[in-house]
């Protein structure tokens, strides 16, 4: 009961601040977008690299499939959204509800795809097979002419005989036509609405029995295995609601940048990702939800010392693994006595 | 049952009896395949051939989870504990596959009469107790889900002796009080066959002789091989 009355606190408060939120200065309001993003998407990996001990490396490849389902959806299917619920902000509202949802679906079911035969591999293994699908889903994209294919996507031209196209047609002439250009749903409501629900979402779930039986796999497997524990279920329910959260996040961040290319949600991104779940710490809530806070503002902190932003980075990477290698707030793990 | 590690034949051809309620010891060297029957029995590994026969039902191809839900509970060789759950953490996941809504109270209850000292260890984690300690906890989460056959994987490896003789009282113990089956798999094999009923004794993944536990004591090959003399 605590833990509902504190999410409802927290949307209230987000609801409130929301109300201001276009009083701030756009560079930061930017910034605070990106970092509720980012905190979505470190804690749902978490739940699978840091609680359930999964190693996966294809996060992005989840983030692309829930930001260009959303995207193409909003766009293609842009007249039929708004004589459906209206262009008025609840109107708008329910239309990117609905989106996110079908978003982190899409991802989950993906995730679900991938995952049932793949979650029997272990460590290394693992990380090479979603390594290996997220580039999958970044390659098909560059092939798919109808959501932009390598250019990216920005929106879609309807005209009014139902013809769709991504470029204004030469030879179609006295047809009316609309562009409609990806909608900027995404403020900063939504950002930290969603950003709460996934943190109750992940939290609950590791105070229930599922939480426990995820420990245990990732502590030791053939015993959790002896007592009964399904294993593989456990990785695959780990996987699929990781998957969700980062299509949802894929949603969020395509309708906040409203043009995205395959090149966002390339191999880098997955990276960037992961570095957030180990710098706070594998499994420890707080801790990845300060990395990623402290990794995304801490480039534009950075800006000053422009050409060597990279560079101190990275170094402040390396000497954080070399004092702290469970991370900012991991807690060390115990091994057993063999 | 035929077992296969891939190409290396592990088991080839055993038939081993366990009589509901009592205690048999499966004893052999290393590499006798002791422990590949034992996770056959419990479904953490698939026989090439041959069946799993229990209570009347063939369980040979059933899941682990299925097999535990049977009433077949397995405490791992190596004392597989999960270090980074606290000790009654530990205990609720030996519980995890049980329907019934049972009283986590009375079955802890139960655990703390026969091994009184987790009592005190409730919640410490698990990768903090000691050696005996751990392996008295991974005989006790077996317990969690009230099985009716026990498997025990090496009780005694690395353990000091007087505690692996408390451990074994207490299994005889058990078996006496609640009718429980046991097997256990031992390299200490005079002690397992001291405390038990029946006695398999295996080498490289054969059957070599089998008796009761008090004449198998008295065995000359087993004597030799074994008993050291």
Known sequence: MKDKFILLVALVVVFVINLFADKLDPYFHTII???????????????INGYTGQFS???????????????????????????????????????FLILMLIAGLSAGIVGLLVGVPSLRLKGDYLAIVTLGFAEIIRVSIQGMDFIGAAQGFRGV????????????????????????????????????????????FVNNLMNSTYGRA??????????????????????????????????????????????????????LRSVEILVMVILGGMGSMIGVVIAAVLLTILPEVLRGVSEYRMIVYSLLLVILMLTRPQGLFGVKLLKSKK | MYVNYGAI?????????????????????????????????????????GKVIYCNEDITNLSADKIVQRGISQSPEGRLIFSNLTVLENLEMGAYT????????????????????????????????????????????????????LLLDEPSLGIAPLLVKTIFEQIVKLNRETGITVLIVEQNAYLAL???????????????????????????????????G
């Not at chain 1, 990106?34 to 978490?46: D, E, M, R, W």
């Not at chain 1, 456990?234 to 995205?260: D, N, Q, R």
């Not at chain 2, 009469?113 to 989460?141: C, D, N, V, W």
């Open chain 2, 98 to 149: 049980r329907k019934d809504k049972y009283k986590l109270k009375d079955d802890l209850e139960f655990i703390f009469h026969f091994f009184p000292r987790l009592k005190e260890r409730l919640k410490q984690y698990g990768g903090t107790l000691s050696g005996g300690e751990q392996q008295m906890l991974a005989i006790s989460r077996a317990l969690m889900s009230k099985p009716k056959l």
């Open chain 1, 157 to 200: 031209y309807i005209y009014d005989n139902g013809i769709r196209s991504l470029e204004m047609l030469p030879d179609v002439t006295g047809i009316g036509y609309k562009f409609y250009s990806v909608p900027s749903y995404t403020d900063f409501f939504w950002v930290f609405a969603m950003t709460a629900i996934c943190i109750f």
């Open chain 2, 194 to 228: 001291q405390n038990s009923n029946y006695g398999y004794v295996l080498e490289t993944g054969e059957l070599i002789i089998e008796g009761d536990a008090k004449e198998l004591i008295q065995n000359e090959e087993v004597k030799k091989a074994y008993l050291g």
């Open chain 2, 9 to 49: 034949k592990a088991i080839r051809g055993i038939n081993i009896q366990v009589k509901e309620g009592s205690i048999v010891t499966l004893i052999g060297a290393n590499g006798a395949g002791k422990t590949t029957t034992l996770r056959t029995i419990s479904g953490l590994i698939k026989p090439a051939s």
């Open chain 1, 57 to 95: 490396l294809g996060h992005a490849g989840f983030m692309a499939i829930g930001a260009y389902v959303s995207l193409g959806l909003s766009t293609y299917f842009a007249p039929v959204f708004n004589s459906m619920f209206g262009t008025g902000s609840i109107g708008t509202s329910v239309t």
């Open chain 1, 33 to 47: 977008i990106f970092v509720g993003i980012n905190i979505i998407l470190a804690t749902s990996l978490n739940l």
């Open chain 1, 214 to 267: 995820f420990v245990a796999v990732k502590d030791d497997e053939v015993a959790a295995e002896a007592m009964g524990i399904n294993t593989t279920k456990f990785k695959v329910i780990a996987f699929v609601s990781g998957a969700f959260f980062a299509g949802v996040a894929g949603s969020l961040y395509g309708h906040f940048v409203t043009f995205v290319t395959p090149e966002d949600f390339n191999f």
